[in-house]
């Protein structure tokens, strides 16, 4: 009888910390993901969702701990150089150019990853198929983050990392959000979201961050304790 070695996961977090200005913001974190899965982080502000997202993403690095991706610790540098490049990365900073049109905006990031073919589809997919010409300047706040999503299809790489994705988006750009990411872990992708909106994604893992500063207790919370 041969005993199959259960899969590495794609992605590993041990017992991660980290700092961010000489302050501690994460503390003790493990998770597990295997292609096709996702992960959603809840939390008040200042919780360290964020955080989390650019520690995964590079930016910033554990102060204790490992990231491990494929086994190996992403902070090695011939190992973060191919991490990287399996990376999309959507937040506030939106990096699009107002002067272009919107389908240069998405077009252009697709040709710096040799790719072709999939900036109109995209684009149409996420409702902007009849603005692909009018320049990105035009764009309501929503569209502009329907834009940044066709982007992400566009470029196509596995493990997204998404910070507060369904913030502007009407009921049917959070419906296209929510299939887009299923369709994207059905072909194996990783999907990790920080948010504070409720998003249906099916068998997701969830982890509520810890609040860094808790609020000082008020006579209410003492009434309430009724231990003074
Ligand atoms: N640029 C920065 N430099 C140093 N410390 C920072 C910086 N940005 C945030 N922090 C600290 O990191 C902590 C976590 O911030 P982070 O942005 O990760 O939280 P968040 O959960 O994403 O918050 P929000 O819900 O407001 O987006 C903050 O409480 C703050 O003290």
């Not at 990031?109 to 073919?117: A, C, I, P, T």
Request: hydrophobic share 40%; glycine share 8%.
């Amino acid at each position: 009888m041969s005993i199959r070695k259960p899969p590495l996961p794609r992605l590993l977090l041990k017992n991660v910390s980290c700092m961010r200005n000489a302050q501690q913001i994460l503390r003790h974190v493990n998770v597990t993901l295997h292609d096709g899965g996702s992960l959603v982080l809840t939390g008040t502000n200042g919780s360290g969702k964020t955080t989390f997202l650019r520690m995964l993403a590079g930016f910033n690095r554990p102060s204790a701990g490992e990231i491990l991706w494929n086994g190996h610790d992403i902070t090695k540098s011939g190992i973060f150089h191919q991490y990287k490049l399996q990376l999309n990365w959507l937040s506030f900073k939106e990096a699009i150019k107002n002067n272009m049109s919107v389908l240069d905006n998405v077009q252009w990031f697709e040709v710096l990853e040799g790719k072709q073919g999939k900036s109109m589809p995209a684009l149409e997919l996420m409702g902007l198929g009849k603005l692909a010409k009018e320049k990105a300047k035009m764009l309501s706040m929503g569209q502009r983050k329907r834009l940044q999503l066709a982007r992400l299809l566009a470029i196509d790489r596995p493990i997204w990392l998404l910070d507060e994705p369904s913030v502007a988006l009407d009921d049917d750009g959070v419906k296209l959000l929510e299939y887009i990411i299923a369709e994207h872990r059905k072909k194996g992708g990783i999907v990790i979201v920080a948010t504070h909106l409720p998003i249906e994604i099916e068998d997701a893992a969830y982890m509520r961050l810890p609040p860094r500063f808790p609020r000082r207790m008020t006579l209410v919370d003492m009434l309430d304790r009724r231990d003074f």
